[in-house]
């Protein structure tokens, strides 16, 4: 069972803007990461378009752009106000820094992968929301989970048993990635340049 523990401590009268803000989510094992990191090194000569790295109470790995804290140093920073967004998903804690704000404020496009828990709260509190999920059948989930065996994963029954319930986190987007990493990231990477593709 995922405990959520979600927040948008933004003003809710004034939705900020006028940036973009690219919410990817997808289940364990659906290649988040790879076409993440294909994505940002398509965009790296856009000034526009930001990849922030995540804070999380895990060790972080190669594949991901994550920052490891600890417990402590997060929920100091949580009471100080300094994360845009939090959650925690599989016994860890994850959050994303307020000064993603900013960035979206001058216009910039964020792209950040998130816990499909946070959704709702991030479409009531930024003007302009896109919701990409990466995904594959469930046999394919199951087999790239077993070939990553990170511990803190936990069970690959739990890991593909999470659901989330809340119609507000209906993605815009859905990208089955059952094909070339490389294709697919093309698909990402015209989403965040908010150009149309065909499915």
């Known amino acids: 069972m995922t405990k959520t523990l979600t927040t948008a401590t933004a003003d809710q009268t004034a939705a900020i803007g006028p940036g973009r803000l690219v919410l990817v989510v997808g289940p364990s094992g659906a290649g988040k990461d790879t076409l993440l990191g294909l994505a940002k090194a398509a965009c790296a000569d856009d000034g526009n378009v930001v990849f922030p790295r995540r804070m999380i109470t895990r060790e972080a790995s190669a594949s991901e752009e994550n920052e490891e804290v600890s417990i402590g140093t997060f929920q100091e920073a949580l009471t100080r106000g300094e994360y845009a967004m939090h959650w925690e ?86 990208i089955v990635n059952t094909g070339s990493a490389e294709y697919h990231s093309r698909q990402l990477v015209r989403v965040i340049k908010g150009e149309k593709w065909d499915e």
């Open 89 to 174: 998903a599989h016994g860890h804690l994850y959050a994303l820094s307020r000064a993603i704000d900013d960035e979206i404020r001058a216009g910039r496009t964020i792209v950040a992968n998130v816990s499909r828990t946070v959704i709702g709260a991030m479409r009531r509190a930024y003007a302009d929301v896109t919701v990409v999920l990466i995904t594959a059948p469930p046999n394919v989930l199951a087999e790239r989970i077993a070939m990553r065996a990170r511990s803190s994963d936990g069970t690959v029954e739990n890991r593909l048993r999470r659901t989330v319930e809340d119609a507000s986190a209906a993605p815009d987007v859905t």
